[in-house]
């Protein structure tokens, strides 16, 4: 298995500018987190879902985030208009609901910077 | 929501020493804490993790403990190596939460020979 793959590896936009970062998680995973990775707030959850359902979306920072699961293959997190403050690393990680392993695995991340 | 504490924020040993690292959590309702490595530029990896219903596990140089009363876990490496040289977080989560992780800050531990 090639593990959870995000794409791109690296983003530099401007800001106001849209964002897309994408994740295909582990094939027979049933959960996908979103994760932001800063020096200041550490690794936070923005959002995560089960069975292609967003369940908790309380880390979303404000509307200008947004994030998808239209099948089990394939999540995007979006935002729009992109700021200087969410220049992080945005790293995508899933689950198997039915594995006594209750630890996930991590992609390598999205390095988003916006200038 | 639950939150986790983690100190020290940066750790120095000398290689073959040990290092001891402390988190402590708010929500009694979790039951379970992993602890993750992060090496510069990449993705955090699973170390070591425990459940609720155990008190401490060990895996080679690694071994985690959880005091359910205290609300405090800890991670100890022993026989420090310089390749233990990174970033490691402590993570607590509930089972109704889907086991989302919510993390310390992290410990920047560095290993000089």
């Known amino acids: 298995d090639a593990g959870v793959i995000q794409s791109p590896r690296h983003e530099v936009t401007e800001m106001g500018q849209e964002v897309t970062l994408r994740c295909k998680p582990i094939?027979?995973?049933?959960?996908l987190f979103w994760y932001r990775q800063t020096m200041m707030r550490g690794l936070e959850l923005l959002i995560y879902?089960?069975?292609?359902?967003?369940?908790?979306d309380s880390g979303m920072p404000e509307d200008r985030f947004s994030a998808k699961m239209p099948n089990a293959s394939f999540s995007t997190l979006k935002i729009q208009p992109s700021e200087p403050r969410d220049s992080a690393v945005y790293f995508c990680a899933s689950r198997s609901g039915q594995s006594p392993n209750y630890g996930y695995t991590f992609g390598s991340g999205t390095r988003l910077t916006v200038v | 929501g639950e939150n986790v504490e983690q100190h020290p924020s940066t750790l120095s040993v000398q290689e073959g020493d040990s290092a001891v690292i402390k988190c402590t959590y708010s929500d009694s309702a979790s039951n379970y804490f992993p602890w993750y490595k992060q090496e510069l530029g990449k993705r955090p990896q699973l170390i070591i993790d425990?459940?609720?219903?155990?008190g401490e596990k060990k895996d080679q140089r690694i071994a985690v403990t959880l005091n359910k009363t205290a609300k405090h876990f800890s991670l100890h490496i022993t026989e420090t190596q310089p390749e233990d040289s990174a970033v490691y977080f402590c993570a607590a989560s509930i089972a109704n939460s889907g086991y989302a992780l919510n993390f310390g800050k992290g410990t920047s531990l560095l290993v000089t020979p």
């Open positions: 094939s027979g995973h049933d959960y």
């Open positions: 879902f089960n069975n292609n359902v967003p369940i908790d």
């Open positions: 425990i459940r609720s219903n155990v």
